[in-house]
């Protein structure tokens, strides 16, 4: 992380605007808080990825949160190209002032902008869709981008894209769970049950229609003890004794989860930023 740092400061002097993803299912614990200070001399975009999977009332709230900050923000759904106009137009707006002062010189200008967020968030996936193919590396894991790479979108307009970057230390306890909610910390890591359960005890508040209507035997009453067992009886996960099996729930709500089976789920909320 330190090493990615250091090559997103040494490439600062060759970029125009910093377009900054964030997961829309958790807007304040997908932003590496070193961004505010290592990006403050540069404009900046913030885009909500993974939309499609967020609830469309609190993306609205997230993105006039941003903007009453001075910070230009929108939504986009990069694995499915949903919202790539509306950021080519947000770029536009954002580097209006700039392209019309070279083209008063008689110049083209170039825009040059840099793809940044935390690892697993959608970065090379979102410069794909931009550029209209698969011109770099993506994966359903974290840490896949490697170096820096320059990607020509339009005539005029340059997408860097950049290693993920985690802050040093998660402070925040329930941020850092968020964190492992979405997979941006790899599971191999983390007590996989345990995580699940904390989801779910979450999801009881967040979703709890959505909830019972994907595991049936689980109510917003389910006490925390029972949420991965009644997960297995309402799928028939259990082991050759009878046993639940507890770690394959724990898998599939996750995996569930992250794909959006469960519903279009925010996890935070603007006041909690």
Known sequence: MAKAKRMLEDNLKLIDVVLELVDARAPAATRNPDFDSLFKRKRRIILLNKSDLADPQASRAWIAHYRQQGIAAGEIAASSGAGKKQAVALLERTMAHEVARYREKGMNKTVRALVVGIPNVGKSTFINSMAGGARTQTGDRPGVTKGKQWVRVTPYLELMDSPGLLWPKLEDPELALHLAFLGSINDEIMDIEQLAAELLTRLQTLAPSA???????????????????????????????????????????????????????????????
């Open 211 to 273: 909830l019972t209507a994907r595991y049936s035997k689980v109510t917003g009453q389910t006490p925390p003890e029972e949420l991965l067992p009644k997960v297995c009886q309402s799928r028939g996960f259990l082991l050759p004794k009878g046993q639940p099996d507890t770690e394959r729930a724990a898998r599939i709500v996750l995996d569930e989860f992250r794909g959006g089976k469960l519903g279009r789920i925010t996890l935070e909320g603007v006041d909690k930023d």
